[in-house]
């Protein structure tokens, strides 16, 4: 190794993942990022992305400093300007607005989850604004929502073997982390390993994934349809007289109404409803209740429906009827590391570690009364509001780290709110994107590898470090630029800081330890512990773990479950799909991407050059189409060019297309971003009415070869 050579611990943030890294440095250049084999979080696994993330950092086309508008809006023309000039114009802009029409005239918006969500949220609530804008509302909040009311935290898959077991039964339900590298805080690679340990492994998926290989029953099952199968499971439970005893007892609330509420949700009533066969449904209901302990690791394909709400529900009613709550190998309650400050005063972090609204502010939210969980202001609702000033149209707003003109439904909406009615737009990105384009003001973010960070999103067992290691041009921390912003602001209750460095000191003060001292111990672990509920009560209205939803009753919801059809499906709209004969699944995650993200690097983009549609061969042929030829998805909305694969592992009349595609090397301002985004396809007529969420994965569309026309 050359004198010069260095390796230094951290924690990639290509995803949502925990994957610990080793980041080789060459002086001051990193040349390479390497798994770290002693990680107890991702034991020496790394993925393309986080391989790719040298690349990502040091690419042309980052951005490198703050840029003004110079010409008509979506131009392309743009003045280099210095951060201080940036940050005047931004708060002078928005104190304008702030004064003239209140603080609900500014929105902030940013897409998934990310390090800084803390302080975007933080930010907004203090400001005073309810309009803080993300797609919360089909990503992962239903989950957490759901079983914040249902439970008081989020349980997960215990496959870290704290407890001295790991699963003997999984059921990996509509999540895919194994392929995609990670999701939500939980690392593929380890849950696979404990996939393979399991006795049973049970996977339901509209499409045949990879761990299908290794899986005693493979439920295909029809798209958005999970909470049939769900109930039809609880119903052969019950009827049958398989759940724990001891735990409904004692721990519960409300299993009377429960089995009386499912007595007709038999496997015989969800098999033309999920296209399961009933006797398949009650042996997997079967082996799940008897095979102790067992795991549901559920996913974004749980939250993107409208019934998502209710599945998340009728999964944990699952979980906790067959007793495997908090349990070893169950599903769990992770116990954080005890000594670190929750990163939000500010915001409630009461229940499951989610920071939600305070709820004097949600009374102002554009959604309030629609929809009674939307975690946040309701994306579609919101944008359209932006055009139509009903109820009102917000003036300004500042887009942290999201691209929703590829990434939401709703992008032309998007693209003309932006264009022409946001009075003061401000991008925050590491690179220049269609939606940027639209901006008044864009900043350079910083990439993970640039930051300093106490890695603490998910609330797991462990918190991590992360380090900087490089500068490139004038990119900043987003979290230092919203610290500046929000002292010139005056919000100093929110940010008492005087910068970020001493926030990451106070966040660890109790330990002991500074952020430096940190940095060298890289990892601060918990002590798990199980069965919580036994001495700490559930943190539900009463104390038990809810399979009657006091919460939802209160917001004059269904208390359980009740299955819902997607309004867009063969079955309610029969008329519909003779002409629209598929159904449309949309933005499965994708190895070497992240959603709109990475599609710029070279390496990533050989393996995966081109937007694909996933079309079973009979199908295929039936509409003329061969393997790799380009084809229109089109839905009554909207239409996207993309190449057809072919793919004996899901259903005729099924496609899966992928989302957010643009071409990062075509001609700015556009990109060519209407050509082959999926998410063009999508109307605003079909919501979860629990949370707003939206159906993209149970939609209806039909398929043609592009040069001829539609059949
Ligand atoms: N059709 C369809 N659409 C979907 C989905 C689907 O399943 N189907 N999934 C949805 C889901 S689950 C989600 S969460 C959303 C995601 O939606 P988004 O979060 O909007 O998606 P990204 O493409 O990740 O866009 C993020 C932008 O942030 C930038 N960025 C990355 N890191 C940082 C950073 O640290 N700071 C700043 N300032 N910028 C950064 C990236 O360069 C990128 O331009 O998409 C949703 N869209
Ligand atoms: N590489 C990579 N990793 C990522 C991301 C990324 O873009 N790229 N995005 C991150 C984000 S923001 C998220 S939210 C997570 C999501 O990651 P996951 O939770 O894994 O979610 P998805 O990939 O959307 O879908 C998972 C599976 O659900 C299936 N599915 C779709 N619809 C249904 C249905 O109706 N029922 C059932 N049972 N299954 C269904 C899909 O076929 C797919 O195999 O991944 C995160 N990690
Ligand atoms: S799975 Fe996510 S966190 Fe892990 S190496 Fe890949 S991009 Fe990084
Ligand atoms: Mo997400």
Same mark, same amino acid.
């Given at each position: 190794m050359k004198s010069s050579s260095r390796i230094v611990k951290s924690s990639c943030r290509g995803c949502h993942g925990v994957c610990q890294v080793l980041v080789h440095l060459d002086g001051d250049k990193i040349v390479r990022v390497s798994g770290d084999p002693d990680s107890p979080t991702s034991r020496g696994f790394i993925c393309p992305k986080g391989i790719a993330a040298p690349d990502m950092l040091y690419h042309p086309d980052r951005l490198k400093f703050p840029m003004r508008r110079i010409g008509p809006r979506g131009a392309n023309e743009w003045e280099r300007i210095s951060w201080d000039a940036a940050i005047s114009e931004m708060v002078d802009r928005f104190d304008t607005i702030r004064r003239e029409s209140g603080s609900e005239y500014l929105a902030v918006a940013q897409g998934t989850g990310r390090p800084y969500t803390e302080f975007t949220i933080r930010f907004a609530n203090a400001l005073g604004t309810p309009n803080f804008v993300n797609p919360g509302h089909l990503c992962y909040l239903p989950r957490v929502i759901a079983s914040a009311i249902t439970m008081g935290a989020l349980p997960v898959s215990d496959i870290y073997e704290f407890g001295g077991k790991s699963p003997a039964c999984i059921i990996n339900w509509g999540c895919n982390h194994v392929e995609t590298g990670a999701s939500d805080g939980m690392c593929g690679s380890i849950f696979k390993k404990a996939a393979k340990k399991a006795e049973k492994l049970i996977v339901i998926d509209p499409r045949r994934i990879g761990l299908a290989e290794e899986a005693d029953h493979t439920l295909q099952i029809r798209p958005g349809t999970d909470c049939a199968l769900a109930l039809a499971m609880i119903q052969t439970i019950i009827?049958?007289?398989?759940?724990?005893?001891?735990?409904?007892?004692?721990?519960?609330?409300?299993?009377?109404?429960?089995?009386?509420?499912?007595?007709?949700?038999?496997?015989?009533?969800?098999?033309?409803?999920?296209?399961?066969?009933?006797?398949?449904?009650?042996?997997?209901?079967?082996?799940?209740?008897?095979?102790?302990?067992?795991?549901?690791?559920?996913?974004?394909?749980?939250?993107?429906?409208?019934?998502?709400?209710?599945?998340?529900?009728?999964?944990?009613?699952?979980?906790?009827?067959?007793?495997?709550?908090?349990?070893?190998?169950?599903?769990?309650?992770?116990?954080?590391?005890?000594?670190?400050?929750?990163?939000?005063?500010?915001?409630?972090?009461?229940?499951?570690?989610?920071?939600?609204?305070?709820?004097?502010?949600?009374?102002?939210?554009?959604?309030?009364?629609?929809?009674?969980?939307?975690?946040?202001?309701?994306?579609?609702t919101f944008w359209k509001s932006v055009i139509t000033g009903d109820p009102y149209r917000v003036r300004g707003i500042w887009i942290v780290g999201s691209n929703p003109l590829l990434t939401a439904t709703q992008g032309l909406t998007i693209e003309k709110a932006l264009r022409d009615h946001m009075e003061y737009t401000v991008v925050s990105d590491l690179f220049m994107t269609p939606t940027a384009q639209l901006a008044d003001l864009v900043l350079p973010a910083a990439h993970w590898l640039e930051q300093d960070d106490v890695v603490y999103m998910h609330k797991i067992w462990c918190v991590l470090s992360r380090k900087k290691l490089a500068q490139i041009g004038e990119t900043r921390d987003d979290r230092d630029v919203i610290f500046d912003v929000a002292h010139r602001l005056g919000l100093h209750e929110a940010f008492p800081w005087p910068?970020?460095?001493?926030?990451?000191?106070?966040?660890?003060?109790?330990?002991?330890?500074?952020?430096?001292?940190?940095?060298?111990?890289?990892?601060?672990?918990?002590?798990?512990?199980?069965?919580?509920?036994?001495?700490?009560?559930?943190?539900?209205?009463?104390?038990?773990?809810?399979?009657?939803?006091?919460?939802?009753?209160?917001?004059?919801?269904?208390?359980?479950?009740?299955?819902?059809?997607?309004?867009?499906?063969?079955?309610?709209?029969?008329?519909?799909?003779?002409?629209?004969?598929?159904?449309?699944?949309?933005?499965?995650?994708?190895?070497?991407?992240?959603?709109?993200?990475?599609?710029?690097?070279?390496?990533?983009?050989?393996?995966?050059?081109?937007?694909? $549609?996933?079309?079973?061969?009979? =199908?295929?042929?039936?509409?003329?189409? &061969?393997?790799? !030829?380009?084809?229109?998805? *089109? @839905?009554?909305?909207?239409?996207?060019?993309?190449?057809?694969?072919?793919?004996?592992?899901?259903?005729?009349? $099924?496609?899966?297309?992928?989302? =957010?595609?643009?071409?990062?090397?075509? &001609?700015?301002? !556009?990109?060519?971003?209407? *050509? @082959?985004?999926?998410?063009?396809?999508?109307?605003?007529?079909?919501?979860?009415?629990?949370?707003?969420a939206e159906p993209l994965k149970s939609y209806l569309c039909t398929v043609y070869k592009d040069g001829l026309e539609r059949t």
């Open positions: 009827s049958e007289g398989l759940f724990d005893q001891a735990f409904v007892h004692d721990h519960s609330f409300g299993f009377d109404r429960l089995a009386e509420h499912v007595r007709s949700f038999t496997p015989e009533w969800a098999e033309p409803i999920t296209r399961i066969p009933s006797d398949q449904i009650r042996t997997v209901a079967r082996t799940y209740a008897t095979t102790k302990p067992a795991s549901i690791q559920w996913g974004n394909g749980i939250d993107t429906s409208v019934n998502g709400f209710q599945t998340g529900r009728a999964l944990l009613i699952l979980m906790g009827l067959t007793g495997n709550i908090d349990v070893p190998g169950g599903n769990v309650i992770w116990v954080p590391p005890s000594k670190i400050r929750p990163k939000s005063p500010l915001i409630d972090m009461s229940v499951a570690g989610v920071q939600f609204m305070p709820p004097e502010k949600k009374a102002l939210i554009l959604t309030k009364g629609k929809y009674p969980f939307a975690p946040n202001c309701h994306p579609p910068d970020r460095h001493t926030y990451l000191d106070w966040l660890l003060e109790e330990t002991g330890m500074s952020f430096d001292q940190f940095k060298e111990k890289n990892i601060l672990m918990s002590e798990m512990r199980y069965r919580k509920y036994e001495t700490d009560r559930f943190h539900t209205p009463s104390g038990k773990f809810e399979f009657y939803s006091n919460v939802m009753e209160h917001e004059g919801r269904p208390p359980m479950p009740v299955y819902l059809e997607p309004p867009l499906s063969p079955l309610s709209s029969p008329e519909l799909s003779e002409k629209y004969p598929f159904i449309l699944m949309s933005g499965t995650k994708k190895l070497e991407f992240f959603h709109s993200e990475m599609h710029q690097i070279r390496l990533l983009r050989k393996m995966h050059p081109n937007p694909i $549609v996933e079309i079973h061969p009979a =199908a295929a042929e039936r509409c003329g189409i &061969s393997d790799g !030829d380009w084809v229109y998805v *089109e @839905s009554p909305y909207g239409r996207a060019r993309l190449q057809a694969r072919f793919s004996e592992g899901i259903a005729t009349d $099924v496609v899966n297309a992928e989302h =957010a595609w643009w071409y990062p090397e075509a &001609s700015p301002p !556009d990109y060519r971003w209407k *050509e @082959s985004c999926a998410n063009l396809l999508y109307g605003d007529d079909s919501f979860d009415p629990d949370t707003g």
